[in-house]
């Protein structure tokens, strides 16, 4: 069993920066694909970037630009670095590994206010 721990959300001014960082308990080599998600209020959860094994990055529509994806393998973490955040970003982000099994976090929340 592996467990995701998100960390780096928070309170923010739109156009503003954050940087939401995913700790594994275990190696992030077993896993082939390793990503964020995000749900608002009333929403479904939704992609928002996934790193492949090979280093391979994809970014929903909405972020490109402006969200980047990174893995340290060393450190077993994923991070997300956020600029220009927009209040429509507000939402609690997951982490989320996917190997053998499947694995999320908890959850942190990001608010970007207007």
């Known amino acids: 069993q592996v467990q995701l721990v998100e960390s780096g959300g928070g309170l923010v001014q739109a156009g503003g920066s954050l940087r939401l960082s995913c700790a594994a308990s275990?190696?992030?080599?077993?896993?082939?694909?390793m990503g964020w998600y995000r749900q608002a209020p009333g929403k479904q959860r939704e992609l928002v970037a996934t790193i492949f094994s090979s280093g391979t990055t994809n970014y929903a529509d909405s972020v490109k630009g402006r969200f980047t994806i990174s893995k340290d393998n060393a450190k077993n973490i994923i991070d997300l670095q956020m600029n220009s955040l927009k209040p429509e970003d507000t939402a609690v982000y997951y982490c989320?590994?996917?190997?053998?099994?499947?694995?999320w976090g908890q959850g942190t929340q990001v608010t970007v206010s207007s």
């Open positions: 275990g190696s992030i080599l077993t896993f082939n694909s």
């Open positions: 989320r590994m996917v190997g053998r099994y499947d694995f």
